[in-house]
């Protein structure tokens, strides 16, 4: 399963960002999510209720923001949202395009309880 994977990683960038802060346990975790990375929001949120677990992640909530793809048309120069499935220029149909979003998984937030001293 390609989700828990890509939990796996995030739950270590997670637990290294926590030891960094001297964290006693993570508290919630924002993920921005490209609806071309091939990351399904769904089926990444039950991958993390079990990558979680022993982890300092283990009480975090996992919150997901959905980024649109965008393009970049090199024959006009212009920048528009896509398509899930075209990613084709809206103004002069030119195949020519570049993704500038929409690809990738960002972790955008962590939010950290400190241990009490
Ligand atoms: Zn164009």
């Given at each position: 399963m390609h989700e828990l994977s890509v939990c796996m990683e995030l739950i270590d960038q997670v637990e290294a960002i926590a030891r960094s802060h001297d964290a006693?346990?993570?508290?919630t975790i924002v993920l921005r999510i490209g609806s071309?990375?091939?990351?399904?929001p769904g089926l990444l949120e039950s991958a993390f209720e079990m990558a979680?677990?022993?982890?300092?992640?283990?009480?975090a909530r996992l919150r997901t923001e959905r980024i649109e793809p965008r393009i970049r048309c090199r024959a006009c120069g212009l920048e528009a949202e896509a398509g899930p499935s075209d990613l084709r220029?809206?103004?002069?149909?030119?195949?020519d395009t570049a993704l500038i979003t929409g690809d990738e998984m960002i972790l955008a937030r962590v939010e950290l309880l400190q241990a009490a001293d």
């Open positions: 006693e346990r993570v508290d071309l990375s091939g990351v399904e979680r677990l022993g982890t300092v992640a283990e009480h220029c809206p103004a002069c149909f030119g195949t």
